[in-house]
């Protein structure tokens, strides 16, 4: 870690870069938070540890319209979210001077806690330059160990790769934590029956209580304006009436994230998929959407201007006395 300081100030006090995005620390040993770093005496309070899970590519999309180049540590696994929002042209690559940081895997808290380790106070051999197996974790009934692989987030066991796919120098090393197969619970959701999809899934949306974090923490969720922000419609409220708005919150966001095969994968879920929720105009519109989308990222910006015209003519579609907003 303390490369990573040096190097920020080395590029900062020379004003190659205007700021630094990194992580410092929170309020407790395992919630370190991102960060933006314009003093190179501030740059004493960058971490970086096993807890910075956080993918700092999607603030870059507020980065870009800084002043200056901004210094940007990514993992391996962010660059991919990096290159996605560099084709949707959400970010700006002028604007960014990566630094490829290595990765020995992140680690999930609440794993730590079902464990029965609460009260902690302080965590050894979590910090990136630790090479140990174990974590010593100082809590108020005593200290505590637990392995480190038991405790990484469940992702880090089917990374993709160490690999940075896009950066400007590297510094660190990352270590292998793939021991599972990355499809494994896909497989498991396509051995199911139709009926038994639709039951999983809806079990997992009743979770939700509409506090919009899996959108605020998304790297593909990049709209300038976000359609469930809007006072236009009904979709802004926080709470679901219903059933209906449960499920159409999560099947928005699904095509608004999807990118440029959002058309044909709105068709086949549309058509293979017991969503009686949907009314079958309703699944013409969300078809159409998709497609329109798809040719918006394409298109100039005076023909984004005059689609966009003509969709907010046609947004909502009324089922059930509910307007739901499909843009």
């Known amino acids: 870690m303390r490369e990573m300081i040096e190097r920020a100030k080395e590029l900062l006090s020379s004003g190659e870069v205007a700021q630094v995005l990194g992580w410092k620390a929170g309020d407790l040993p395992y919630n370190p938070e991102p960060a933006f770093f314009d003093k190179a005496e501030d740059l004493d309070n960058l971490v970086y540890n096993g807890f910075c899970g ?5 603030y870059m999309i507020a980065a870009s319209k800084m002043e200056g180049k901004t210094l940007v540590f990514l993992k391996p696994c962010d660059t991919y979210s990096f290159n996605q929002l560099l084709k949707e042209h959400r970010v700006d690559r002028e604007k960014a001077y990566i630094i490829g940081i290595g990765c020995k895997g992140k680690l999930d808290i609440e794993k730590i806690k079902k464990m ?21 974790i100082q809590t108020i009934y005593g200290e505590k160990t637990c392995s480190y692989k038991d405790a990484m987030l469940e ?15 590297l510094l660190g090393e990352s270590k292998d934590t793939k021991d599972a197969d990355r499809f494994a619970e896909v497989e498991k959701i396509e051995a199911m029956s139709p009926e038994e999809k639709f039951a999983f899934f809806q079990k997992e949306l009743s979770k939700c209580i509409r506090c919009n974090a899996c959108r605020n923490v998304c790297p593909a969720c990049s709209c300038r304006k976000c359609v469930f922000d809007s006072n236009k419609f009904d979709s802004s409220q926080k709470a679901n009436a219903d059933s209906f708005e449960e499920k159409m ?59 966009l015209h003509l969709t907010m003519q046609s947004q909502a579609v009324c089922e059930k006395g509910d307007n739901v907003c499909i843009r």
């Open 155 to 169: 992702r880090c066991h089917v990374c993709k790769g160490k690999e940075h796919q896009i950066y400007d120098e």
């Open 116 to 136: 029965g380790i609460k009260g902690i106070e302080s965590i050894q051999g979590a910090e990136a330059e630790d090479d140990c197996d174990t974590l010593q």
């Open 54 to 58: 956080a993918n700092l590519s999607k």
């Open 249 to 307: 919150f999560h099947i928005i966001r699904a095509f608004h994230v999807a990118g440029p095969t959002a058309a044909s994968a709105a068709e086949s879920v549309l058509r293979e998929s017991p969503f009686t929720c949907l009314t079958e105009s309703l699944s013409r519109t969300l078809i159409c959407f998709t497609e329109s989308f798809r040719q918006e990222r394409t298109q100039s910006q005076k023909g984004r201007s005059q689609a």
